[in-house]
């Protein structure tokens, strides 16, 4: 266990873990990662929403279930995705695909480079506490707030897989977001190892989507619904606009033009 990661651990024990919760973010700090002309062009962008119509996954503070948030979000982020010259593969965007396993084969299929899987974040049950929205009571927790990134070493590509996680973990903080730190917390269902704890990137070398992916993947945990505030504002345009910009830039630095354009060029000489 390196040095780092055992501060982190010694912390969580030392104090009551919702005590190490991420403050709000600022909206007016935010500075969305620019780019110019078509920086992806090339690159084949397999998008997954998570979850299904028949699980939806969570369920936000004011009774919306994760689904909902994904598909929006995920929409906006292939909008974006295509304006930079990528070819967006939607995996999963009528919500019927019942199988992780399924969803990366599907992107293997269409020739993707690279597999992005989009979800929103809950917490433990333990933290969970009652209020009342427009007249039915429900689950919220206000103790963490902001993303995650999630990376398994068990994929096919780890490397890669391992690169893009810590890209965009870092884009997303340069641009003014703030990472949760909830999931390394040592309890039943979390206790996930951070390889980057300033940026909020794990390891989850289970996750079925990620393991079983014959190409570079990660999963993006793009806030906390569960979160009265957050649930708000993961809704913003402009919030979801920045995460996309910074999902750009981690892509470019990670799938650079001239490897992209090496690789397309192989193939058209069958090597």
Not at 48 to 75: C, Q, W, Y
Not at 106 to 128: G, P, Q, R
Not at 199 to 208: A, H, I, N
Request: charged share 25%; with cysteine.
């Amino acid at each position: 266990m390196s040095f780092r990661r055992v501060i982190v651990f010694l912390a969580f024990l030392c104090v009551p873990f919702s005590a190490l919760a991420q403050e709000g973010v600022d909206p007016s700090k935010w500075v969305k990662p620019e780019f110019s002309g078509r920086p992806l062009e090339g690159l084949r962008v397999a998008l997954d929403i998570g979850h299904n119509r028949l699980k939806p996954g969570a369920m936000s503070a004011r009774g919306v279930p994760e689904l909902s948030f994904n598909t929006a979000t995920a929409r906006v982020m292939a909008g974006v995705l295509e304006k930079a010259g990528a070819t967006v593969i939607p995996v999963n965007f009528d919500g019927t695909v019942t199988s992780l396993a399924e969803r990366p084969e599907l992107a293997t299929k269409e020739k993707a480079d690279v597999f992005i899987s989009i979800h929103h974040d809950s917490v433990n049950d333990k933290y969970l506490r009652k209020w009342t929205h427009a007249g039915v009571e429900r689950d919220h927790a206000d103790n963490f707030r902001g993303y995650s990134v999630f990376t398994s070493s068990k994929n096919a590509k780890p490397e890669v897989s391992r690169a893009l996680a810590l890209q965009v973990g870092s884009a997303l903080y340069e641009a003014g977001l703030r990472p949760t730190l909830h999931h390394a917390e040592p309890i039943q269902g979390e206790n996930r190892p951070l390889l980057d704890e300033r940026t909020g990137v794990y390891e989850f070398s289970d996750l079925v989507v990620l393991k079983s992916a014959k190409l570079p993947a990660i999963l993006l945990e793009c806030g906390v619904i569960i979160h009265r505030e957050e649930e708000l504002l993961v809704q913003r345009p402009d919030y979801q606009e920045l995460i996309a910009h910074a999902l750009v830039k981690a892509l470019v630095e990670v799938f650079p033009a001239g490897k992209r354009e090496k690789k397309g060029l192989m193939k058209l000489l069958g090597r």
